[in-house]
Each structure stands twice: as C-alpha cells, then as structure tokens.
C-alpha cells in the first residue's frame, strides 16, 4: 500500500510569537481608491471633523487613511486578540474524502469565542479606541445579534457602557443572543424602539413593523449624537472595519507559509464584506502589487445579491438616512430582504472597498440560494463536526462547488474559505431544513426596481 506521504497537518496554528502585530490596509496598495463617503447634504467627502462627531478619533483616522499599508495593533488588542486566537487553518481532509475530489480544502475558523464569529476581532478593536479617548459608552445595531454579542463581550473587558439597538423581529424570536448579551451587561432595545426620534416616526408610520437593519442603524447613531460621551460603532461595511478583520487574512496568509502551500481560489461570505475583506486582504495586496494571482470569490445569498445584482452607485447605508452616503454595489435602501435566515448577510448594500474591487474585476462574485446552502452546512457538519452559521455555509457551497469542478477536470487546486462562525444559534432555521419547510425567495428585478427608487442624487465623481 502506498504510504500516505503528506505532511500537512489536519489545523496549522501560528505560535502567539508569529501572530499579526500589524493590520494590513488593502487600500494602500489600490491604484483606485475606494470612493470616499460623502455627506448627503453637501454631497462633498466626509471630513474628519464631520466622522467625529459619530466615531471615534482614532477609527475616522482609519477609516480615511488609504496610504498607510501597515497600521500597528496596540499591545492591549493584540492581549484581547490572544483570548482566542490565532484561529486555526484546518485542512478539510474528511470533506475532501466526502466529495472524493483531488482538490485541497482548506477553512479558517473563526467560530473559536463566546460571540461565536468573526465579529469579535473588530468589535475589540473599536471598544478598545473609544474606552482610550476617554468615552463611556457606544451605541450600535445588530440584526441576528452576532456583531452585538461581540461588542457587548468586548465592553465589558474594556468596561464601556453598550447600548445594542436589535431589530424587532430578531429580539422576539432569538431571545438567546438577547440574554448573552445582557450578560455581558448591554442594555438591549428592540427596535424601531420609542427611545429615538427616527424610531417614534418609524412607529408611526409602520405601526406592527418587525424593524430593519437600515433602520437600527439610524436609531443608534441617533442615540448616539444626542448623549455626551457616547459614539456609534459599526461590526462591517466600513474600510475600518475590513482594516481589523485583516488579522484573519494575514494569520492565513502566514499558516499557509508555514505549511508551504499556495491557495488558488480564495472564498468567502458577503454581508457588509467584512470577514472577506478580511480574509482577502494581503493576498489582495499581493494580487495588486502584481506578485501573485488568485481566483478570490465573493458568496452572497440570492435573496439579497447585492455584487452579482446590485448597482454601484451612492446609497445611504440606513433607512433614516442619517448616515454619510457610500460608493458600493447596493440594492437601494428601500430594498427589503426576505427573512431568509443567513441574518448577517442581509445588508443592502457592500463594503466600499470590496465594491472598488469588485468593479475593477479583481474578484468574483456568487449567489445561491437558501436550501442549497443549508445542504451544504448539513454535509459539512457530517463530515467536519463543526456545525456552522449559515452564513459561513454560503462559503462552504461554493467551497464545495469549486471542488466538484476540480474533480471533473483533475486539477489539484488549493481553496480556502473562511468560516465565519457556529450555527448555534441558528437551530430554528436549522429546524425548518430538517423539517423540509424552508423557502428559497429570489428578489423579482421589480423588487430590486422597488429597491432602488430610493436612492438619493448622485455626487460628482
Ligand atoms: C456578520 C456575519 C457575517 C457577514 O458579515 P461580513 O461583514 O460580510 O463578514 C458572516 N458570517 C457570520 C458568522 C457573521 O456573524
């Protein structure tokens, strides 16, 4: 019998000494930059001074900085980062065997912490800049409740106040996130709430509505303004945030090196483009820099396909449209998704950066729908022993699809894809796949039409 030769490990881990000490800003490295935000009355790019009223110092610096490619991690981050990191790089050897493909998966897990996803490399960063320009508190939303669980764990370490807007129908039916929230100590409003102005009006307007993530968002930035001492944070979408979830890519980029592997094709989950740009970030450098090439691919669910159907135009990133105005590929802020259950990834709209990425053709973008990607979760639970969320799982489909081509053609490709989080918090949907009753819903180019009546007049580029 032929020995097994191979040397690579089931989960290759950096050592605490090799851990990212530095982010990396993908955007140095862009000829294009990404289109800045504007404001919606001036239509004029954001300054500094504008973000400042609604973020942190240090985080509009971030936010703005497009030339800096190295950004240090504080020692107290790097500390936090330590609590649960590094993730590990696990080679997907049971699954390979499922799909009997000669290509070689590979996933980095970012499920390994309390909140569950990848959510919290960001949320400590953000709670560790506001609690060092001396603020008591911030505000934010959450949708299915991860990025809230995340900043709520992260508050409490660096012991700031947390005031979580989460949408209606999210803190009716999943009470859970709800309690571990609180348990870190934030205090929880169901919104629209009657707490804000732009909630009243919401309420007043919508009597019954189960709220959205547009929506939340208003109400927190809303909270946020009108209280002395706090800010607004957000968990995607924002060039800062992609900057923090950069520590997933490079811990990849670093595993790989250690083990000698190149990947070919790089996949991930798009909700706000977060955890992909995260992922992607310095083998997107490098693709940029024109040292090496990968096939990156961006998954969506086709119920709320915002790169593979969406319009790259300036969108207000909330329905009260209280926020700055973002160059990205949208569906409009009048597009309302169905509840379909991959909550995270229900944004209209997309990370800038990415949708400057995407639009110069550096990466691809997919869309599958709902039952398709839950096979794909129930595969990989069977064979992995992770159960993951289901929005990670739009990862695993292509993952999965990607790997099947390879075994028509018998190419040996490397994939990596990120999986974000656990699915534990998911078991209602997990339930209705089980049960054999859960529903595709596929937007109608009416819907989207409807979507985009919205959006507001164009600034000169
Ligand atoms: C929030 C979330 C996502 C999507 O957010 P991105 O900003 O696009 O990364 C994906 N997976 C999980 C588990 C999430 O919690």
């Not at 508190?137 to 900043?151: F, R, S």
Request: aromatic letters at 10%; proline letters at 6%; glycine letters at 10%.
């Amino acid at each position: 019998m032929a020995k097994d030769v191979t040397t690579i490990p089931y989960k290759t881990y950096l050592t605490e000494e090799e851990m990212p000490k530095q982010w990396y800003n993908v955007r140095a490295d862009m000829k294009k930059k990404p289109a800045p935000l504007v404001n919606p009355g001036t239509l004029k790019p954001m300054t500094a001074e504008e973000l400042e009223g609604v973020f942190c110092s240090e985080l509009v610096q971030q936010e703005l900085d497009d030339t800096t490619p190295y950004i240090d991690i504080p020692e107290e981050i790097r500390s936090f980062y330590r609590m649960y990191r590094p993730s590990p790089l696990v080679r997907a050897y049971c699954l390979e065997k499922k799909l009997d493909t000669p290509a070689k998966i590979y996933y980095k897990y970012e499920g390994n912490n309390t909140s569950g996803s990848h959510k919290l490399n960001s949320a400590a960063t953000q709670a560790y800049y506001a609690k060092n320009q001396g603020l008591k508190g911030v505000t934010t939303e959450t949708g299915a409740g991860q990025w809230g669980t995340a900043l709520s764990m992260a508050c409490s370490y660096f012991g700031l106040d947390c005031k979580v807007f989460m949408v209606k129908t999210s803190y009716e039916q999943k009470p859970f996130r709800r309690e571990v929230m609180r348990t870190y100590g934030a205090e929880v409003t169901a919104s629209p709430s009657d707490t804000t102005e732009v909630g009243r009006k919401l309420l007043e307007e919508f009597p019954g509505t189960g709220g959205s993530l547009g929506c939340a968002i208003s109400e927190a930035v809303e909270a946020a303004v009108t209280r002395e001492g706090y800010r607004y944070v957000l968990g995607s979408v924002l060039n800062q945030v992609l900057l923090h979830q950069s520590v997933i890519g490079l811990e990849t980029h670093k595993a790989f090196e250690k083990i000698g592997v190149t990947p070919d094709i790089i996949i991930g989950c798009a909700g706000g483009g977060s955890n992909l740009g995260g992922l992607i970030a310095p083998f997107m450098g490098e693709k940029l820099r024109g040292e090496k090439d990968y096939r990156i691919v961006a998954v969506e669910p086709a119920s709320c396909p915002s790169f593979t159907r969406g319009k790259y135009l300036y969108d207000f990133c909330d329905t009260g449209k209280v926020c700055p105005l973002a160059k990205m590929y949208t569906l409009g802020n009048g597009f309302m998704p169905s509840p379909i259950h991959a909550g995270g990834l229900r944004f209209h709209g997309m990370s800038p950066a990415l949708s400057e990425l995407y639009d110069q053709g550096l990466m691809e973008a997919v869309s599958y729908e709902q039952t398709e990607v839950f096979e794909a979760a129930e595969m990989f639970a069977r064979v992995e022993g992770i159960l993951p969320a289901p929005e990670s799982s739009h990862a695993i489909k292509a993952a999965i699809d990607e790997a099947l081509k390879c075994k028509e053609t018998g190419e040996e490709k490397n994939i990596v894809f990120g999986l974000t989080g656990t699915g534990y918090f998911d078991l209602v949907a997990y339930q209705q796949f089980n049960d054999g009753t859960m529903t595709d819903y596929i937007p109608t180019d009416e819907d989207l039409e409807a979507g985009l009546a919205f959006v507001p007049p164009q600034p000169e580029e």
